[in-house]
């Protein structure tokens, strides 16, 4: 997923006064930069024989199957109380028969039993430098397959430019760049230079710029390969394509960050996805944890006690306590809120306080993959209309079928516009929107789902939806414990909305139990 | 593969004089736009069932796979020729226990017996407008998954910056591109702008800037996100790295061509490549044509006769006499010349006219997947040393073991240098300059193979390397046939060094071989 608020600000008000050494310095300074600092998969210490530790896990979301793994692994007795269906939170792959259960309108998905058909509708990629997830799919034998955002052959249709017309993202990118590159090998004179370039760099800033343009020997952008030619056909000579308009092109500022979204920190290649769908991730902690886990099991209560926890819940027509020595929850914090609870004044405040995402995801099973005759394959066009994207599978190339994503849109106007139909209403306009890419796109549809979560059961909203002042305010208070109870989840990290984050929050949370846990089995001072 | 010779020059000379829109115009006037002019599969008459033909093909590369599948299933007799102990040409999946037909030193492959374990020596990817090959994978059922090229993990290494230290890819490109587009911003005045520029677009294009630099709210590029953070930790806040000095970046204008490479038309995400190796291709086309194919089949002589082509060829100790119909040969033109032949005496002076490519590769087989350990999976590193580029697999992902690329060297100096070497010389000189990129490389390596084009048996090169003078002086006059005799190939096409350049020089040829059959089989006039 996108995270949904930009985590850089914090350091970007910091280096507005010095520049980005300032922000480096400053993060020195704070001791965020030491290895020392860095929130590593905790080592637990194991429970010695006569020690017994019981845990209960509110939630089988990432961050819940992450702790239930490692505290179970050193012996701890470990309780995970779901209250939905299934395990994997928003961790959710659609199949054939799975229930979409969306409040007030649970439905089932329609797709083919087919092994390749089916849709992340949460989290969706994990890029290499995702550590920590990417561990446990090692250790847990999650097979792991490129996952393709950047697709040059992928559409741009921006009702801003062209009169709405789709062209090639390639074209966009490159013949955008190209005369952008011009104009700047054009401009920039040799006494623009300053420190550290000098005035003999000036030539290689021109060298640069050609490079970047694809600029011809006197500078100028006269179209480029990159772009795509006119006419494949290697029996005869290169056609190259006519650039675009750059007036018209420029006019499509909304959509600017599309032309440097497969470049991003967490979107550039090389993605992944696990072979078969993101939920196998789910199953291989299920398949150290799974005896742990209670579904449908609904917490009613959560008293924090002077040594312990006390959770209260219902599943199947019973009504159980539990005592535990910890309680670890990832239940969404602005749900939480309203469950029956003794924390303190402020730390409620701060659970009801938290928005939550919006986002919107529609996928329809398409009778043939009319996308690979188009010449693409995997990756993301894009739209200024509703639906945002479209995204196209990078696996199961030249079946017959396969299942795209009709529909992502993580502006919160959007997702609650989409929210507020019907679920046929949200098919019928993305199928509508998604004629402007693909020309005869409804007659491919055989099913659609689609996935408001902000009314998705046991959810109501997505990532948390932090901002710098909430941060600010809240973040620090609830993730600290109240008594032996933790919050975790993405909502407890610096990156909500990646899976990444649930693991980091749950890290956090243990290593914090395990600190304790030592201390307790320490001798008593002489 | 790379193409060795921009394709780009043919229209490049002529848009010299009156820029892109000239370029086209000209393609329209040369007749090379119009869809009619393209150089579709030929969808050959099948032969009635009197009419009986037989057609020599010379070469089991993909031209001669790609026509003797053609024409076998449309009722022509095919015989396929191979001198080699393999079909596929340059085509080459090299696996556990296969001969390295390097002349004066052949030698096994010794990677372990396992499915992941290989390494592709001669084409390796296959991009999303290859609609030629992608049909073929298609209909012949060769599975297919991503390719990557551009991995902002990777490393780049430079000897003329930071002293050879290598970076990352995703710093080497973001930094560069933040400072020039903060200087162009800088430098760009409303006054500069031109049409089709208003002065209503200097907002867009300085919001543009701002967009390809990442830079602040006062175009100060202060560092990027896209560059990767200087700690990876999800719970706590984002520590930006300190931006590279731009004025060592520049230094590094000789490997300038890898920031816009994963952009080039042939190399633009999605990249695709067979799963389980290239061969799969092969393996694909001899499923339809085994049985006509001949290994082992040294010709000795081409003699185009009146009404058609006798052939001569040596196997296991028997001399063959085979009277055709028609003759393709995909044999290296070079070395074609060295056959006994009658063909005309300008043609004969063609053949040995284009000089090949020298292709260079090394294969490692890794005890350890050590780079994903860097959080690299898949894609390119550069350097510039000899060794040029290290691939590593998008397949097997998380493995104990896995063969990158070691060497992939497309110059032609370096190309032969490495040829020179002995195989072990070679493997010792990549090893030692990967350790530029990855300490303690040498001791992950297994075993090592090197392909130096220029010396493999039936090949002694690559692709073949027009130049825009050769391509003026000979193309067409080899394209042309001799007779009833036809050179195809790679080499035969504006695309060399790529399959699909194979597949349309098969099918220029098949589609004259149709016509002239069409005219055969029409009554004689009244």
């Given amino acids: 997923m996108i995270p949904l608020f930009t985590r850089r600000r914090f350091l970007d008000l910091a280096g507005a006064a010095g520049g980005s050494a ?23 210490a194991p429970l010695g024989a006569r020690r017994r530790r019981r845990v209960v896990i509110l939630g089988a979301g990432i961050s819940g199957l992450t702790s239930a793994y490692e505290l179970g692994r050193k012996g701890y007795e470990v309780i995970v109380l779901e209250a939905s269906h299934r395990a994997g939170g928003r961790n959710l792959t659609l199949r054939h028969g799975d229930l979409i259960d969306e409040i007030g309108n649970p439905r089932r998905c329609e797709f083919d039993p087919d092994p390749d058909l089916y849709m992340n509708a949460g989290p969706a990629r994990i890029p290499g430098h995702h550590t920590a997830l990417l561990g446990y799919c090692r250790e847990l034998g999650v097979g792991l397959e490129p996952f393709i955002n950047d697709n040059r052959n992928a559409w741009v249709q921006d ?38 370039l000098t005035r003999g760099d000036y030539e290689h800033v021109l060298a640069y710029l050609r490079s970047l343009g694809d600029l011809d020997q006197s500078f100028k952008y006269r179209g480029s390969l990159r772009a795509g030619m006119a006419l494949h056909d290697p029996s005869a000579p290169d056609v190259l394509k006519q650039p675009l308009d750059i007036h018209e092109l420029l006019q499509s500022n909304f959509m600017m960050n599309i032309m440097t979204f497969g470049e991003g920190d967490d979107q550039a290649a090389m993605m992944m996805e696990p072979i078969g769908g993101m939920d196998q991730v789910v199953a291989g902690f299920l398949r150290k944890v799974d005896q742990h886990v209670r579904l449908h099991a609904m917490v009613e209560s959560v008293q924090v006690k002077e040594r312990g926890v006390r959770i209260v819940y219902h599943a199947q027509g019973v009504r159980t306590v539990i005592d535990a020595d910890y309680c670890l929850s990832c239940i969404p914090v602005h749900l939480l809120s309203g469950i029956d609870n003794n924390f303190p004044a402020d730390f409620a405040a701060g659970l009801a306080a938290v928005p939550r995402g919006k986002l919107f995801k529609i996928g329809f099973q398409m009778k043939e993959r009319f996308w690979e005759r188009e010449n693409i394959y995997g990756g993301i066009s894009w739209t200024s209309q509703d639906i945002q994207q479209l995204w196209y599978p990078a696996h199961g190339i030249h079946r017959q079928k396969g299942v795209i994503l009709g529909a992502y849109t993580f502006g919160p106007r959007t997702g609650e516009m ?19 890419l693909h020309p005869g796109y409804r007659g491919y549809v055989e099913h659609g ?23 600010q305010q809240w973040f620090d208070l609830l993730r600290s414990p109240v008594g032996n109870y933790y919050n975790i989840g993405d909502q407890m990290s610096y990156l909500p909305g990646w899976q990444e984050g649930a693991i980091y929050s749950a ?20």
């Fill in 507 to 526: 890290w956090h949370a243990l290593a914090d139990i395990d600190r304790r846990e030592r201390q307790n089995s320490q001798p008593a001072a002489a």
């Fill in 22 to 44: 300032a922000i480096y310095q400053m993060a020195l300074g704070l001791g965020l930069i030491p290895a020392a600092a860095r929130a590593d998969r905790p080592d637990l």
């Fill in 449 to 471: 789902v689609s996935i408001p979560w902000v009314r998705m059961n046991n959810m109501l909203g997505c990532a948390a939806a932090w901002t710098d002042e909430l941060r």
């Fill in 418 to 436: 989409f929210a507020r139909l019907s679920n046929e209403q949200r098919l019928e306009l993305a199928i509508r929107q998604g004629e402007q």
């Fill in 159 to 196: 009702e801003a430019m062209f009169g709405g017309r789709r062209i090639r993202n390639r074209e966009y990118i490159t013949d955008t760049r190209g005369f952008i590159a011009e104009l700047a090998a054009k401009s920039i004179k040799p006494e623009d230079l300053a420190a550290p």
